[in-house]
């Protein structure tokens, strides 16, 4: 599928790229919705790694494992302690092929998105990372680019899906999964769904 990304002009063709989530500090009592939003954000609009940091908690990775299984994808998820560590191995050593990465930290104290997203390689994988109730300093010491969308405080899932269209463009919002079980057909009058599983049972 072709990539547009937008190069500070308009939206512009470009390579594809690995891209995962990181989302700090979440916290099992208060977190668990918003934190899945942000996990359901980045599977939609084209990555395939969410990583959680602070709490452990089965119940977002069974919510994200179930609009797997219905929507489709290989979204995959993993618990990274306090995140930090992980994010500085990302940007410095390893990025999951054992090379550097990317690493852009979401925050309202960044550079405009805008700015930002042509001056990005598109050659390693990138990692975005939203954060929570208290973003560690080091963070944005490990992050090669700090990155705001708009300089007010809003949220981390506005954040995340403002980025990801603009690091993707229009093929962003348009993910296809092969594997579905449910495929969504746009209609502007109602539902219209194929369920693959009832037909091949039928
Ligand atoms: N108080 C926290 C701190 O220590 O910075 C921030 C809380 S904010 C609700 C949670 C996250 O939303 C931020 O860490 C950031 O990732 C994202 N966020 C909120 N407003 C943003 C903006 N204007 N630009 C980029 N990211 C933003």
Redesign the pocket.
Known sequence: MSRYAYDGTGFRRSMPSDVSVLRLGHRKGRDPRITTHLALVARALGSTRFFLAGDEDEGVFANVASVNERFGGQMVCEHVGKGVGRIKRFALEDAGDGAPGVVVH???YGEPYRQVVPRIRRDRPLMVV??????PGDVFKHAQYNV?????????VA?LALFLEAWSGESGTEQHFPDAQLVIHPSATGKSVTDRRRLEEE
């Open positions: 979401l925050t309202m939203v954060g929570g109730a208290k973003v705001a969308v708009g300089n007010q405080p809003h949220s981390e954040a």
